[in-house]
């Protein structure tokens, strides 16, 4: 996918990331960003049911859809608050 190739030549600060996405899930993409950068920090992004398990899979924070900006600002800030 074109975040894979992108994590390949580029450092980011925090990746969202969808779970339903075309073509590659959500899933198979953090997977792939955590083989390339383990420490990558991740925030994945569905409907609540996907949180407990995007938090086993290993992602930094979660969003739950609908949500708004001031939550997702408020994400962002803590998971970039976080020591690296």
Do not use: C
């Amino acid at each position: 996918s074109e975040a894979v190739r992108a994590m390949g030549r580029e450092a980011f600060d925090l990746v969202l990331l969808d779970v339903h996405l075309p073509g590659n899930s959500g899933w198979e993409i953090l997977q792939q960003l955590r083989s390339i950068s383990p420490a990558q920090r991740v925030v994945m992004i569905s409907d609540e049911r996907h949180e407990d398990e995007a938090r086993a899979r290993g992602a930094d924070g979660f969003l739950a859809k609908p949500y708004r900006r001031t939550a997702l600002e408020d994400t962002v800030q803590e998971i970039l608050a976080r020591p690296a």
